[in-house]
């Protein structure tokens, strides 16, 4: 039988709880063989300027999934230069791994998925499947034959789990304990908790 495998695209900086949970739930209610996190090395539609290096958000992403046996990293992005086009990226896994994919987006990316390069046809390589965020609405995607999975919202972004950090505020649960004790050594976006908890 073909084998139905998520792909779970992502900056990842850092990788937060929202992204395992809306990854399991594609998982279990499409029943799918695997999920594999696919760190992008040049986002193709984020307008900030300092990224986190891509071993960092790398090293995060493996140190997230590394309790589920059917979560795994793919770091096929680091291979190319230029912005990470996700049409890009599943050819290639196309060629390399037959299997049918799940592209997996929060309602944010579903409200902009028309702007995607080659989207008709990416349309026709994979099938998105989306997860409500809170602030969006994926009714808003115009594209066609997507799936909508019912995952609890949670309104956890990266951005906020940076801010907590920059301010020492407490990121414990947002992220894996693993990701928070590599964002500790590593003094990522400036954190140095006020306590130890
Ligand atoms: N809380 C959430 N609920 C649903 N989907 C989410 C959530 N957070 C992230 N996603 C989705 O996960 C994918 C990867 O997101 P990304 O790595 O950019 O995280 P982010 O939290 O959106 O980051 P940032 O705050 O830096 O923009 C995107 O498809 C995004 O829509
Ligand atoms: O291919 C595109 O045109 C495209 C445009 C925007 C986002 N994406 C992909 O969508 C995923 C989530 O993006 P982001 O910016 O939320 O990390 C990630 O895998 C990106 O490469 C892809």
Known sequence: MTEKIGLMGGTFDPPH????LIAQETLSSLGLDEIWFIPANIPPHKTRNHLTTSEDRLQMTQRAVNSNTKFHVCDIEFDRSGPSYTIDT????KRRHPADYYFIIGGDM???LHTWKDISTLNTLVTFVVAERPGYYAGKCEIEG????????????????????R?????R???PEDVRDWIRERELYGYR???ST
């Open 17 to 20: 709880v929202a992204h395992l």
């Open 90 to 93: 599943v050819k290639e896994l």
């Open 110 to 112: 579903a409200e902009q």
């Open 146 to 165: 997507i799936e909508h999975i019912k995952v609890p919202q949670l309104d956890i972004s990266s951005t906020l789990i940076r801010e907590r950090c």
């Open 167 to 171: 301010k020492g505020e407490n990121i």
């Open 173 to 175: 649960y947002f992220v």
């Open 193 to 195: 908790p006020k306590n």
